[in-house]
């Protein structure tokens, strides 16, 4: 995932700008639904504030767990989604409420969990081996519970394991929280946790909630943009939106968001898909 050249973000936004510059004004109010993972990394700070001076939009931003930006979007109450759930995704669309659905970046999921490690998981490659040994021992396990593209990874996680957890298990608790609280709750109590790399890297302390397990291709997170149908209701922005998702595409935003949280982390917490597949 890494690049061969890296540039500073100083420079990276006078790029972006001097190309979407030349992109049609808006001077319109755009309401993004995205995950809180782009929140908390603060990648999310930096992109909204580039596309605002460039555009000439306002954006409100409604920061939740995916399931819930989808709920959002199929209500009309957002004009265009960044959110990370591939199947919810593809059903939002396939049921028309939303369009123009398109990569934008990635990154991993990764097992995180007390330096103890009670479980014995550290150094797995095998996520759904290592929930098994998690249940199995008994340990605690701090689920997000909230219908996000975290949790619903973690229920597909569950299911490969061939394990169904007991509503009443002492062991597992749902935050019903965002992952920068879900990442503290685990800290404090001593619990294992499934979370993006990025929030962690940005949020977490690694000296106190190691990461245990990674590099299992089941592990693997992308990030979509979708426009929310204007057919479904009328009033979606659906113009700004579509400003929103050309500015995420560029070559130039997409370097930026390639190389965001080089410097502080030693590694970016996203990819994208011009930098590396295409």
């Known amino acids: 995932m890494r690049r061969k050249r890296w540039f500073t973000v100083g420079v990276l936004l006078g790029l972006v700008a001097l190309t979407f510059a030349a992109c049609d004004g808006g001077d319109s109010e755009l309401i993004l639904a995205t995950t809180t993972s782009t929140e908390n990394s603060g990648l999310l700070d930096v992109l909204i504030t580039l ?3 460039e555009s000439g939009d306002s954006v409100k931003v409604i920061a939740v767990g995916s399931g819930a930006a989808m709920s959002i979007g199929k209500r009309g109450d957002a004009d265009v989604l960044l959110v990370h759930s591939p199947a919810a995704e593809q059903a939002f669309v396939d049921a028309g409420f939303g ?9 991993d999921f990764i097992i995180v969990g007390p330096v103890e490690d009670p479980a014995g998981i550290v150094g797995m490659s095998d996520a759904a081996a290592a929930f098994t040994v998690i249940q199995t021992h008994g340990e605690k396990f701090i689920s997000r519970g909230d219908d996000s593209g975290t949790h619903v990874k973690e229920k597909a996680l ?22 920068a609280a879900t990442l503290t709750i685990a800290t404090e109590t001593g619990a294992y946790t499934l979370t993006d790399r990025a929030t962690w ?13 990674e590099d299992d291709e089941r592990l693997f ?13 009328n009033a979606v922005n659906d113009s700004a939106a579509r400003r929103f998702r ?10 930026l968001i ?17 930098s590396e597949l295409d």
Not at 201 to 213: G, H, Q, T
């Open 258 to 274: 390639g190389e965001f949280g080089a410097e502080q982390y030693g590694q970016p917490l996203f990819t994208t898909y011009s």
């Open 99 to 107: 369009m123009d659905r398109a990569r934008v970046m990635f990154n």
């Open 221 to 233: 997170n992308i990030y979509h943009v979708i426009v929310v149908s204007p057919n479904r209701h």
């Open 158 to 179: 569950w299911a490969a394991a061939g394990l169904e957890v007991p509503a009443d298990a002492r062991w597992y608790m749902e935050s019903g929280q965002g992952m």
């Open 246 to 255: 050309a500015f995420l595409l560029e070559p130039t935003t997409q370097q």
């Open 51 to 53: 596309y605002e001076e």
């Open 201 to 213: 890297l940005s949020v977490a302390d690694p000296e106190r909630l190691p990461l245990l397990v």
